[in-house]
């Protein structure tokens, strides 16, 4: 039996955006509640567009977005590439889903906090740590929090299986991300005994897709493979470039722009790439980090 990776656009929308059990599982799982109250009990889905009021103003979509009965907003996303705009390109569809819950004339006390999580399945930060928590905090009493925002990032090339005790389920889930792919011959007895993740494995059964659906699998995969390569090579290009500043400005900042520079122009190259293709603008949006405003005007 073949299994299909649950990180690609496919099979992750499948299992966390048509199950609402397992989504409700992964995110109590993944996210950072401090009791069982703050618990996701059930969630409706909500479309992952989020289209601005102002038709002028830029359009974006997100992978999975739900609510749950307190009114809480659930952004939940897979990045196969990290870029430096990615970062911007969270808190700008967090924002507008925090912005969006209130019509003209309501009151800010109804406003409901929004939580992202955001699967990476790259390295960006320095150290061994994988999960990232963001809050908006005053920066020399960090005790003190500005509610409504919350990031979660994190890095699963970084994740290893520990034994987390009260965080089983996190384990288990992370597992579910980083070790079943399309070499995957047996699944872990861990895994399958947990009837969520052995239900969200059900889900990655070759058997499950038609044929139209698997080609654009195996397209994305093909797409993100040509995505890291002409990044690798761009970056090369824009380093030198960046040191011949650094001799005017300062090395480490030449440096910096010369790795902003070429990271940039292999995002638009790529884009351009996948657009000729025919790959969809969201999954083009998700691998390279530009928006789809951009990508339409390649």
């Known amino acids: 039996m073949r299994y299909l990776n649950p990180k690609a656009d496919l099979t992750f929308k499948k299992v966390f955006g048509e199950h609402p059990r397992l989504v409700i599982s992964f995110l109590n799982a993944l996210l950072p509640f401090e009791t069982p109250d703050e618990e996701i009990e059930s969630v409706t889905y909500m479309n992952p567009e989020l289209v601005p009021q102002n038709p002028l103003s830029k359009d974006s979509i997100v992978d999975v977005m739900c609510k749950d009965k307190l009114g809480r907003l659930f952004i939940v996303e897979m990045q196969m590439m990290w870029t430096s705009a990615y970062k911007q390109r969270v808190l700008f569809n967090a924002s507008k889903a925090y912005v969006k819950q209130l019509e003209v004339g309501d009151y800010y006390e109804l406003l409901q906090p929004v939580y992202s999580l955001n699967l990476v399945n790259d390295t960006f930060a320095e150290g061994d740590r994988y999960y990232h928590d963001y809050r908006i905090v005053e920066v020399e009493e960090t ?156």
């Not at 007895?189 to 993740?197: F, G, H, R, Y």
């Not at 659906?213 to 090369?236: I, N």
């Not at 500043?245 to 884009?271: H, Q």
């Open 143 to 298: 005790s003190q929090v500005i509610e409504g925002l919350r990031f979660i990032f994190v890095e699963l090339p970084k994740f290893t299986p520990k034994n987390y005790g009260d965080k089983k389920m996190h384990v288990l889930w992370l597992r579910y991300l980083t070790e079943i792919n399309e070499k995957t011959v047996e699944i872990p007895k861990e895994l399958t005994a947990n009837p969520d993740i052995n239900e969200a494995i059900t889900q990655l059964r070759e058997s499950a897709f038609i044929p139209a659906q698997l080609l654009g699998y195996e397209k994305f995969w093909d797409v993100v493979s040509t995505a890291k390569m002409h990044l690798s090579s761009t970056l090369r290009d824009g380093f030198p470039k960046g040191q011949a500043m650094g001799m005017k400005i300062g090395m480490k900042a030449g440096m910096e722009i010369g790795l902003k520079e070429g990271e940039r122009n292999a995002n638009l190259k790529n884009a351009r790439t996948m657009k000729a293709k025919g790959l969809p603008l969201e999954i083009i949006a998700e691998i390279t980090g530009l928006s789809i405003e951009d990508i339409n005007k390649l």
